[in-house]
């Protein structure tokens, strides 16, 4: 196939996408006001949530098959191109400090590497062999799980991502895209569709689709660490202490579980080296510091289940 036949062939392709769909109502947005512009924009904006809810169903499934992955050791992986892979590596980067996460275990993959989270490189997004390379590199396995994510629901490097992924690996894969009927979706063992519609400004994912993706990537890595012990309730109880604002943090969920004084509550992280679930287990339950971290590992991190153990055992 000639170039310009390849490049006749994306126009027929992104003609069929909802994402890229033109609105003549729009056509004179620049002419309005900023004020009416906002309201516009803003009105799009709430319509996100809606189509998000009317996939719960598949992204709970893909969450309780990605928690699973997890607890047996594997990793989450997130491949994509531009605003896609760039929401991949924000959510992936979030893990560590949020629910003290390994850096390893999520992973975000952008197409042209970590350069591309602020610079656009030519042509990454169109080679499935660079997504299976970057893939490889991580060394992946099949305890592994890897998201591709995409608008189109066509960008080749996350189609590759998960075909490699799936078919070489035997990984779990995960397809979240903003149109229906998408070659991702179709190629992963969980295909996730947001359809949010056509963007304010025409072909402009970084919009409704880029929100709904954040959206569902919130639920993914927020629900699977849930699932993995990483809360207690709906406390942060593995956040990880690296500054003044999260050890004041820290102080205060310990207080929120517990109830104790600021004096307990300063001695039990003191000897749980700032370790916030350990010390809420020496004060819960009644243990010393060596006594909840040998909890905590039989437990496998959950503190429902160590208190549970301190009290019965």
Same mark, same amino acid.
């Given at each position: 196939?000639? =170039?310009?036949e390849? *490049?006749?062939?994306l126009r027929?392709?992104?003609?069929?996408?909802?994402?890229?769909?033109?609105?003549p109502?729009l056509s004179?947005?620049? !002419?309005?006001d900023?004020?009416?512009?906002?309201?516009?924009?803003?009105a799009e904006? $709430?319509t996100?949530?809606?189509?998000?809810?009317e996939?719960l169903?598949? /992204?709970a499934?893909a969450?309780d098959?990605?928690?699973?992955?997890?607890?047996?050791?594997?990793?989450? #992986?997130y491949a994509?191109?531009g605003?896609?892979g760039?929401?991949?590596?924000?959510d992936a980067?979030?893990? %560590? %400090?949020t629910?003290?996460t390994? +850096?390893?275990?999520?992973?975000?993959?952008i197409?042209?590497?970590p350069?591309?989270m &602020?610079e656009a490189?030519?042509g990454a997004?169109d080679?499935?062999e660079?997504a299976a @390379?970057?893939?490889?590199?991580? !060394?992946l396995t099949? $305890?592994? &799980?890897?998201v591709g #994510?995409s608008?189109s629901?066509?960008t +080749?490097?996350? #189609?590759?991502?998960?075909?490699?992924?799936r078919?070489r690996h035997?990984?779990?894969?995960?397809g979240?895209?903003c149109?229906?009927? =998408?070659a991702?979706a179709?190629?992963a063992?969980?295909g996730?569709?947001?359809?949010?519609?056509?963007?304010?400004l025409?072909? =402009?994912?970084r919009?409704?689709a880029?929100? @709904?993706?954040?959206?569902v990537l919130n639920?993914?890595s927020? /629900?699977?660490? /849930?699932?993995?012990?990483?809360?207690?309730?709906?406390?942060? #109880?593995? &956040?990880?202490?690296?500054n003044?604002?999260l050890r004041a !943090?820290?102080?205060r969920?310990?207080?929120?579980?517990t109830?104790?004084?600021?004096?307990e509550?300063e001695?039990?992280l003191?000897a749980?080296d700032?370790?916030?679930?350990?010390?809420?287990?020496?004060?819960?339950?009644?243990v010393?510091?060596?006594t909840a =971290?040998?909890?905590l590992t039989t437990?496998?991190? *959950?503190?429902?289940a @160590?208190?549970?153990?301190?009290?019965?055992g």
């Open positions: 196939m000639t =170039s310009t390849d *490049h006749e062939d027929a392709q992104l003609a069929t996408l909802t994402t890229e769909a033109f609105r109502e004179e947005i620049d !002419r309005l900023t004020l009416e512009i906002a309201r516009i924009m803003n904006d $709430a996100v949530p809606a189509a998000v809810a996939r169903p598949a /992204i499934a969450i098959a990605t928690a699973e992955r997890l607890a047996g050791g594997g990793r989450l #992986v994509g191109a605003t896609a760039r929401l991949g590596m924000l980067s979030e893990c %560590p %400090p629910f003290n390994d +850096p390893s275990r999520v992973v975000g993959l197409a042209g590497g350069g591309a &602020v490189v030519e997004e080679s499935k660079l @390379a970057d893939l490889d590199g991580l !060394r099949a $305890a592994d &799980v890897v #994510v608008a629901g066509r +080749p490097y996350a #189609v590759g991502a998960v075909e490699h992924a078919a035997g990984a779990l894969t995960i979240l895209s149109n229906a009927d =998408s991702l179709a190629a063992d969980h996730i569709e947001i359809v949010v519609g056509p963007e304010l025409t072909g =402009s994912t919009l409704k880029g929100t @709904a993706q954040k959206l639920m993914i927020t /629900i699977t660490m /849930i699932r993995l012990g990483k809360t207690y309730g709906n406390l942060m #109880v593995d &956040v990880r202490a690296s003044e604002k !943090r820290s102080h969920i310990v207080a929120l579980a109830g104790a004084a600021d004096e509550i001695a039990a003191a749980t700032g370790e916030v679930k350990n010390a809420i287990l020496t004060i819960l339950g009644g010393d510091a060596a =971290s040998d909890l437990s496998k991190g *959950h503190l429902r @160590a208190l549970d153990h301190s009290r019965t």
